[in-house]
């Protein structure tokens, strides 16, 4: 059982940055590909980044590419992710996943935290 913690949500202003945290416990380690998502109201959740075990191979969605930065630290089991530029399409709630393989259906969500960018 793995539970992931998000936070370092907020509200920014268009053009600024946030840097979002999601903390692993229970059986963690490296034993996970790690990725963010987010749901906007009144839509779908999307995949926005994710990140091998190892944390030197990440991938993200075209919306995000070159704004957004995933990065993790296994000796602190958090994974990251830094969103730079922000616009006001990416208000969402943000959520961390765990991963069994890349591509694959989450196995464990975190409860998610409310990014907001204001125009």
């Known amino acids: 059982q793995v539970q992931l913690q998000e936070s370092g949500g907020g509200l920014v202003q268009a053009g600024g940055s946030l840097r979002l945290s999601c903390a692993a416990s229970g059986r963690t380690g490296s034993s996970y590909v790690m990725g963010w998502f987010r749901r906007a109201p009144g839509k779908d959740r999307e995949f926005v980044a994710g990140i091998n075990r190892s944390g030197d191979s990440p991938y993200y969605a075209d919306s995000v590419k070159d704004r957004f930065t995933i990065s993790r630290d296994n000796a602190k089991s958090t994974t990251y992710l830094q969103m730079n530029s922000l616009k006001p399409e990416d208000t969402a709630t943000y959520y961390c996943?765990?991963?069994?393989?890349?591509?694959?259906?989450?196995?464990?969500w975190g409860q998610g935290t409310q990014v907001t960018v204001s125009s």
């Open positions: 996943a765990a991963l069994l393989y890349k591509g694959a259906i989450p196995t464990y």
